[in-house]
């Protein structure tokens, strides 16, 4: 099993260790004894960056591995990895603006069921709780921006493999994604609009 690296420690660089490299059609898969690239899922789009030479071009979990494709081979044994941050830093504020939506959409009785942190396309959906109370965009809005004025620290919490990751007094929730250090790295997290379908309700939002 691969080491999540990035689930208690937020390095963009790492000496790491090569397990194996194989061919994979025009790239190459490489597996690490632990990683520091975050792999697609849970609504994050997956890490770039380098290991040592090569370029990773996208990155994957695969049953109890995660996989590292990149543009030319890998030799095994240590080797340096880095992550490219500027892609991390905007996937890490999307995906914790994210979990700040939920937040905000629970307190109204609103429970969120699924989430998407892509550039352009991000959105929180919500079925209704037996509680659930008129919701708007500009009563998100407010409460967004009145806790990341007051910039809550993020904390992670390890349990029997169970991660979770919270905001100050908030709620955590289970998740193996990137998330800010404090609130205050968010920026201005705009909610774009509201939409109910088939008891579904999607928010979508962007940062600025």
């Not at 340096?80 to 629970?106: C, F, K, M, P």
Request: proline letters at 5%; glycine letters at 10%.
């Amino acid at each position: 099993m691969t080491e999540r690296l990035f689930f208690t420690h937020d390095h963009l660089t790492a000496e790491l260790e090569v397990l194996s490299c194989t061919p994979h059609e025009d790239q190459f898969a490489v597996v690490l004894q632990s990683t520091i690239f975050h792999p697609q899922g849970g609504g994050q789009p997956f890490d770039t960056g380098w290991l040592g030479d090569s370029q990773v071009v996208r990155v994957t979990q695969e049953v109890d591995r995660v996989v590292h494709y990149v543009d030319q081979p890998a030799q095994p044994g240590p080797i340096t990895a880095r992550v490219d941050a500027q892609r991390r830093a905007l996937y890490t504020r999307l995906h914790s603006a994210g979990h700040l939506i939920g937040n905000a959409g629970e307190r109204l009785g609103w429970m969120p069921i699924k989430a998407h942190h892509w550039p352009g396309e991000c959105k929180i959906t919500f079925i209704r709780g037996q509680a659930a109370q008129t919701i708007d965009a500009e009563t998100l809005q407010a409460q967004i921006n009145q806790w990341i004025a007051a910039d809550y620290p993020r904390y992670t919490a390890l349990d029997d493999g169970t991660r979770e990751v919270g905001f100050g007094d908030l709620p955590a929730y289970a998740c193996g994604g990137t998330h800010v250090q404090t609130l205050s790295e968010l920026g201005q997290v705009t909610i774009l609009a509201l939409s109910e379908k088939k008891g579904a309700l999607s928010v979508r939002y962007s940062l600025d």
